[in-house]
Structure formats: structure tokens, C-alpha cells
């Protein structure tokens, strides 16, 4: 199983990312609940966003009306559209079930800075 999220990159406070998680070797509809998760320098990871198979999403109150998780079951794909990102969103950013049970990638790295 690997899960690969892409999309992060260095944007200024204010803009706007998309990312991907692409996953292989899992049949990505068995998963019921999907996640987000963020890991800021010297800090714990933590649970951005989630979404169920039937599209259900709850969100952190810190990216509440900013961040916006979806996916596609048939192409394995999970989303997170990312709004008026602000300095302290900089951090890597993980995909993983809810539970965590699968391996963590690698990440995508999201930078806010001016």
C-alpha cells in the first residue's frame, strides 16, 4: 500500500493550494473514512480534515471555511483544496485513513510566507 500526497509548494499568505493523494495497492472505497493530516516543524501531527465514502467531511476549527476534502473513489484520489492559507498552515501535509492504519508517504510540503 502507498499513498502519495502532491501538490504543496510555496504560496503567499492568502493563496491557494490543491493536493493530492493518490493511493495503489488498496481499493480505496474500502476505506471508509479518509483524512488530511498536517505535521508543523517541532510539532505533533495532527487531523486537518476527513471524509467519509458517502462524502461526509468535518473539518478543525483552524481551516473551518478555508479547506475543502474530497475524493474519488474510482481513481483512488483524495483532495484537499486549500484558501486563504495563512503562515501557520505551513507544514508537511500527510494522507492517511482516519484510523491511521495504513503506512504513512512521504507528504507534500506547504510553505505560507510572503
Known amino acids: 500500500v502507498q499513498l502519495q500526497a502532491s501538490g504543496g509548494g510555496l504560496v503567499q499568505p492568502g493563496g491557494s493550494l490543491r493536493l493530492s493523494c493518490a493511493a495503489s495497492g488498496i481499493i480505496f472505497s474500502s476505506k471508509a473514512m479518509m483524512a488530511w493530516f498536517r505535521q508543523a516543524p517541532g510539532k505533533q501531527r495532527e487531523l486537518v480534515a476527513l471524509?467519509?465514502?458517502?462524502?461526509?467531511?468535518n473539518y478543525v476549527d483552524f481551516v473551518k471555511g478555508r479547506f475543502a476534502i474530497s475524493r474519488d473513489n474510482a481513481k483512488n484520489t483524495m483532495y484537499l483544496q486549500m484558501n486563504s492559507l495563512k503562515p501557520e498552515d505551513t507544514a508537511v501535509y500527510y494522507c492517511n485513513s482516519f484510523f491511521r492504519d495504513l503506512p504513512w508517504g512521504q507528504g507534500t510540503l506547504v510553505t505560507v510566507s510572503s
Open positions: 471524509i467519509s465514502n458517502a462524502g461526509s467531511t
